[in-house]
Structures are given as C-alpha cells and as structure tokens.
C-alpha cells in the first residue's frame, strides 16, 4: 500500500469522524441523545485491508457506520435526558481532526512535490 493510499484511507476515516463529531456537537441538547464516534484509525485500515464477504479487499464501504460509544477513560456523564454529550471533548476532537487533517494534507503536498522533483530528473 502506498503513502497514497494510507492518506487516503486516513482524509476518509478524518471525514467520517468529523461527521460523528459535528452531530455529536449538533445533539448536545438533544434528550437521550448518545454520543458517537468511529473506530480507531488502526482498526478503519484493518477493516479496510480484511477481505469481506463479496470478495471485494480493501473496499471501505460501510465501515463508517461501526460507530463506537465514547472511550472508558474519557468524562462522559448520562444526564437526566439520558444524553452523554460532553461538549468540551466533541470541541477538542474537532480541533484534533483538523490538526491531523492539517497534517495529512501537508503530507501529500510534500510527497506530491518530491515526486514531481525526481521525475524532472
């Protein structure tokens, strides 16, 4: 798999996250609202590389929709309407998401303009 791919696969799993986390944000009076998110990026590329039950390898359809709840060892707190939106963590993912968006862009860009260089020789 080339630096391509991976960055790839990763500006897709970034969106699908960025989506759970804008309607995280979105629901955070919702009554009996639950918080999601997406898997980790490790298990989104295992998922991806696994074979599945058409045949199809590395295809990624459908795996935005293995939503997970929160992690253990972040604060979440049920309220009475049954809703465990932490607002400040969906505002801190959301600034995690962009920085590494940030970072998978740059990544590009540098491997884009050095293959550019070698071929000109």
Not at 32 to 61: H, I, K, N
């Amino acid at each position: 798999m080339s630096i391509f791919d991976v960055a790839s696969r990763q500006a897709e799993w970034l969106s699908l996250r960025r989506a759970h986390v804008a309607s995280n944000i979105a629901n955070v009076n919702t009554p009996g609202y639950r918080a999601r998110d997406v898997l980790p990026f490790e298990e989104f590329m295992q998922r991806a590389a696994t074979p599945t039950a058409g045949g199809a390898s590395g295809s990624s359809a459908g795996l935005g929709a293995a939503d997970v709840e929160p992690e253990d060892g972040v604060l979440t707190e049920t309220l009475q309407t049954g809703n465990n939106v932490n607002l400040e963590n969906e505002l801190l993912k959301s600034s995690e998401i962009a920085r590494n968006h940030a970072l998978n862009v740059g990544m590009v860009r540098a491997f884009h303009r050095m293959l550019l260089l070698s071929s000109k020789g």
